[in-house]
């Protein structure tokens, strides 16, 4: 993993090496053209010292010759010793220009003009003046080959010169352009490379810091921040994602925990309700029979005095009584069939028929496939007992009750209707307080039984009709 500080130190030593570049290729050009002006000063330097020994060589050969002085021809001698020094020094640098070949000629021509010279002092010592005439006279021509030579080198140095002036400027500028384009370049790499590596950092910071800001908010189910940076920031990321998925699986675990603790405490609550609707139900069948076993037990030996004498209808009467009598006693904390739920009305039917006589009239339209499912017990009673208490309370005749049961895809119906005054069905479901059970008892009872809303729905028309219906899901066959 690179560290971001490896990463400056980088680009710095990028930078600096392009730096370096750039200053080494500006020395190097200076250089080249300053030995090209020395080398063209040293050419200069030689070709005037050549030209200065020539001139004074001459220049003491002549005042020998006239005045035959001693001290003179040291002089000349000096000279011409300073001269051959001078041709050794010049034979050691190699030119490739004409200019050098020129040089070479004249180096040539002046170890030619000192041996004429040193001739010339010879018969002149020797008194030969034929022969010292004719070879100053030679001297003098060698020294004006040599002396135009000289100045032939000197106008090519000039033009050279120039032509380097221009080279050195032209170079110059060519060092300049590159230079400024390396400038350039280095500028523009280093902006690059610069917002490469501020984008590396900046832009992870700025997504760690706006998924904080989310999280703060308390928005835990955001993506992971990405980075690929293999640094710190990648490290620090990857971090940070494990802390936030750590969090939000411990906020959902105390969700589920809080929720299931709930539907706990709703079940508690239903089988609470649950609970006080079946001790309800065992208080109204307490306070409704007093105390079955022993009603149960006297009924019956009064079925068996009516039919030793003779009684047939009061033997009916209480053998319909023992029956319901017998019902309730089977517990009202268990689940019952639909049959046994339907006989229990008819045996209350028979009872009632003996009070009301043709007043009240029921009908029984029942699908006997339905029969073994499962519902609470005390479910029809009640409704019925409904019918009859606010139904026909003010009716004298032509009292109707229908019991209805029908099966239908997934559910199975119970419909107790009856053609009495009508209800009003908002008070009937919410408010209802009367004696018996109640309309809202069996709703709640049947709703925690089967764990579902809408079972119970009211239909009325004031002084035409009462419609209840219960929607009930098979759920259990017994």
Known sequence: MKSIKAKMQLIIFLNILLVTIISSLYIITLKKNEQRLVLMNEKSRHIISIEE????????????????????????????????????????????????????????????????????????????????????ADTLIVKSYIINYIDEVKTLLLEENSENNGVFIDKNRIVQYNSAVMIIMIICMSLYLGRITTANIIKPILALSKSASKITKGH???????????DELELLSNTFNKMKNSIRIYIDELHEQANNELLLREKEIENLKMKNSLDNAKLYALQSQINPHFLYNTINAGVQMAMIE?????????????????????????????????????NYYKLLKVRYRDLIEF??????????????????QPLVENSIIHGFKSKNTGGKIRIITYDEMDFFYLIVWDNGVGIDTKITIKDNKSNSVGLNNVMERL????????????????NEYTKITLKLPKKVII
Not at 111 to 130: A, M, P, S, T
Not at 448 to 462: A, C, G, P, V
């Open 53 to 136: 020994k020539i001139h004074n060589t001459d220049y003491y050969l002549q005042k020998y010759i006239k005045n035959k002085n001693s001290s003179d021809i040291n002089y000349m001698m000096i000279n011409i010793d300073e001269l051959t020094t001078l041709i050794k020094e010049q034979d050691s640098i190699l030119f490739p220009r004409r200019s050098d070949l020129l040089i070479n000629n004249i180096q040539e021509i002046s170890k030619n003009y000192i041996q004429q010279v040193d001739q010339v002092i010879y018969y002149k010592r020797l008194q030969n003046l034929e022969k010292y005439e004719e070879l100053y």
């Open 220 to 230: 835990f189910d955001i993506q992971d921040v990405k980075v690929y940076t293999d």
């Open 310 to 346: 003779g009684a047939d209808n009061t033997s009916d009467f209480l053998e319909h009584m023992a029956r319901m009598f017998r019902y309730n006693l089977k517990g009202l904390d268990k689940p019952t069939k639909v049959i046994d739920e339907i006989n229990n009305i008819r």
């Open 363 to 380: 009908e029984f339209m029942v699908d006997e496939t339905i029969n073994n499912y499962t519902i609470p017990p005390l479910t029809l």
């Open 447 to 462: 709703e925690i039984f089967y764990d579902q809303k809408d079972i119970m729905t009211i239909e009325s028309k004031l």
